[in-house]
């Protein structure tokens, strides 16, 4: 009888936590932490591998939480994020352009792209309320066809700085820009903790945390429950006397600016900027983060965030790593390629059935 009484609570306790977590996230944490498990038995390092994958959390999660506040809105998931990177890159190009160095040109980036972002961001706004219903996808438009003026713009803009102009011609920005001297690891170094190959980017992480709490807080004030209200019933929104248009705006605005620094911030952890077509790879990442972490199309939450980009993040950095150990050969990037597609197109066919 008892047996039978535990074996009844050990199924009531799996299903709470697969009706609760999610069982396709469960099976993703699991292979997750077999991974882990099977690192050091294949000769990875495991502190190492645990420092990469909070090393590539610190630089992409503010370019997911970029994507909470217009899920919030109404506006859906945020396939236009291309714009506020560009906004982040003009800053970063400009800020070096002008002759700030050191932690400087970070802070310099930062104050450069906001504006930048704020008139970008109440365009792309406007946009998005002319075509309610249809976000999604002229988002995605808005995105790559920005991606693509801005492959002419960064040749013809006038730069002058010889560490970022092509050195024969003298015009037009080289393809990838080293930060060195400027504001690579200005975060990760601050209150840096190393103990053997564990490295924890502390600086990172920390504002990451200062810029999640303040989302969640904005969440929980009288605008915040407006915009909220807004997402999930504009209809009630707009007989209780809330501004849609005006909401959904500026959703767009915020998720604009935190993908502006959020690409600072990827950039001072990764060492590099990277211009041209690179923009084109970090939205369907980002969204499918937000996806994976439990997210759906009309809710998101710091939580999903943080899971996501912990487990996208985790089987990119693990599966190539631990597949080359075991196999003895440099594949890497395909796989990497692999994995990071087959999860973007798993959480896209997660998205579609959400939304149906």
């Known amino acids: ?46 502190p190492t591998q645990i420092s990469n994958i909070i090393a590539r959390f610190s630089w992409n999660g503010i370019l997911v939480l970029a994507m909470v506040p217009m899920v919030h809105s109404g506006c859906g998931l945020n396939f236009g994020l291309p714009l506020g990177i560009i906004s982040g890159l003009l800053g970063a190009t400009l800020s070096i352009e002008f002759g700030f160095t050191g932690p400087l040109s970070f802070l310099m980036a930062i104050l450069i792209a906001t504006p930048l972002a704020l008139v970008l961001g109440t365009i792309y706004g406007w946009l998005l309320n002319k075509i309610k219903g249809g976000e999604m996808m002229i988002a995605t438009y808005v995105g790559f066809s920005s991606v693509s ?12 700085s010889p560490n970022m102009v092509w050195g024969l011609s003298g015009k037009g920005l080289r393809t990838t820009i080293s930060l060195e001297g400027y504001y690579i690891d200005v975060l990760a170094n601050f209150l840096r903790i190393r103990i053997g190959n564990l490295d924890i980017p502390v600086g990172t992480l920390l504002f990451f945390a200062v810029l999640a709490l303040g989302i969640w807080a904005f969440l929980h004030t009288k605008t915040g429950t407006a915009m909220t209200a807004v997402g999930s019933n504009p209809t009630f929104a707009r007989a209780a006397g809330i ?44 969204v499918s983060a937000i996806l994976i972490g439990g997210a759906t199309v009309n809710k998101a939450t710091i939580t999903n965030v ?7 993040q985790g089987i990119v950095t693990m599966t190539p790593t631990v597949m080359n150990n075991m196999i003895h050969m440099d594949m890497s990037e395909v796989i990497r390629i692999i994995v990071s597609n087959g999860m973007i197109l798993y959480a896209l066919t997660r998205k579609t059935e959400v939304a149906k």
């Open 243 to 286: 501004n849609v248009d005006k909401m959904r705006m500026l959703s767009v605005i915020m998720s604009t600016w935190l993908a502006a620094v959020g690409i600072l911030v990827y950039e001072q952890g990764f060492g590099f900027i990277q211009l041209y077509t690179a923009p084109f790879y970090m939205a369907l990442p980002a």
């Open 149 to 160: 003026l801005m492959c002419m713009m960064w040749l013809i803009l006038p730069y002058k």
């Open 1 to 46: 009888m008892n047996e039978k009484t535990n074996t009844k609570k050990e199924k009531g306790w799996f299903s709470k936590l697969v009706a609760s977590y999610g069982l396709p996230r469960l099976i993703i944490t699991a292979f997750l932490l077999f991974l882990l498990v099977l690192a050091p038995f294949v000769g990875a390092d495991l």
């Open 306 to 312: 943080i899971i996501g980009t912990i487990l996208f």
